[in-house]
């Protein structure tokens, strides 16, 4: 009988142990991908890496699947709110890789890009640059 015992807190230890250590590795990949956000309290701070903003906003236009597709943009703090024709079109790997902090997709029509401090700036070559 006490061996038995011995045996099922050991096998409950390495259940624990095993969950523990899964449980640990998937949070860090998680963190990682910046899936989590700062402490509250804690503040992130987003700048655009280019500083010319109407290069910036030319880069942007094929990520967001061109003139055509972009129906208006404002500004809207550290966001560009940019309403769009078709979610098809739109490619967040060519957003991400012109230096913005973060895409969001609120909606099929709605698209939110994480631009910084000169959000308001950058909405206005965008919208030059769309034609609008």
Not at 47 to 52: A, G, I, P, Q, Y
Not at 54 to 63: D, V
Not at 99 to 125: F, Y
């Amino acid at each position: 009988m006490e061996s038995s015992m011995k045996i099922l807190i050991l096998a409950v230890l390495l259940l624990a142990a095993f969950l523990l250590g899964f449980l640990y590795v998937k949070y860090r990949s998680r963190r990682e991908r910046g899936r989590y956000l700062p402490p509250k309290g804690g503040r992130q701070h987003v700048t655009l890496e280019s500083k010319d903003l109407g290069k910036t906003a030319q880069q942007l236009l094929p990520g967001l699947g061109g003139r055509e597709n972009i129906r208006s943009v404002t500004a809207d703090g550290a966001r560009l709110r940019i309403e769009i024709a078709q979610y098809s079109a739109v490619n967040e790997t060519l957003l991400r890789d012109c230096g913005v902090g973060g895409v969001l997709r609120p909606s099929k029509t709605l698209l939110h890009i994480i631009v910084g401090e000169r959000a308001g700036e950058l909405a206005e070559q965008l919208r030059e640059a769309a034609g609008l």
